[in-house]
């Protein structure tokens, strides 16, 4: 059985939020294999341009050989995807002003993240947050009336939940055609939720191919 840890990372550097502490982390579980939440087509321009989770696996690459997995397989054309993200730029320019608890939670993770790095995006104060930060979303759009708003977040939301999906289902195709002991998934905090759920529906059918560890609390053993 693989035992893979699921670490929730942040992609851009802010405070304890870097690629040192990420690889802290890599080096304390000593993981065989690391998933990654990248598109294999992105993988050259991902490594090119860096962020948290690419700096701290070539440095991880220094001290361990292993595996290195990306496993967000769900290709959107560039073009839709931009008027996918421009439309919840919209739901965002709406909510913010309408909403004083949306910005000051906004901000309050912002500095969390800041001050505590991982410890803080593995926790159950972020899922609390980030549910919280969602409940005011769909709340002020549903109030509004506006279709275009309701569409621009529901297809947000659609994208999230099918790149949850894609990411789980790439890793158990992986771990079935492959030998490895000890693994991490890096994935963005924010996904979390999504992940666990569609963990969840492999329990009855694959409960013996990985164990799966979701308590990591962000603290080095």
Known sequence: ????????????????????????????????????????????FHYTHGSVEAHAITKYREFKLFQLVPVDRYEIPKNLLAEIKRDFDCVIDCVAPASQE??????ENDNSVRRYGFQYLNSVAFAT?????SEIEDEIISKTGEQGLIRGLERWRQIIERRALE????????????????????????????IVKEIEKYASTEADLIDWNFSYDGQIP
């Open 1 to 44: 059985m693989h035992k893979i840890t699921l670490v929730c990372s942040g992609h851009r550097e802010s405070g304890l939020c870097n690629a040192e502490e990420l690889l802290k982390i890599l080096r304390a579980i000593e993981p065989e294999a690391v998933f990654e939440e990248i598109r294999p087509s992105e993988f050259d």
């Open 102 to 107: 949306y910005r000051l939670l906004n901000e």
């Open 129 to 133: 947050m980030t549910a919280r930060i």
């Open 167 to 194: 990411m789980v289902g790439s890793m158990y195709e992986y771990c079935r055609k492959n030998v490895f002991d000890t693994g991490a998934f890096l994935v963005g905090a924010a996904h979390k939720m999504g």
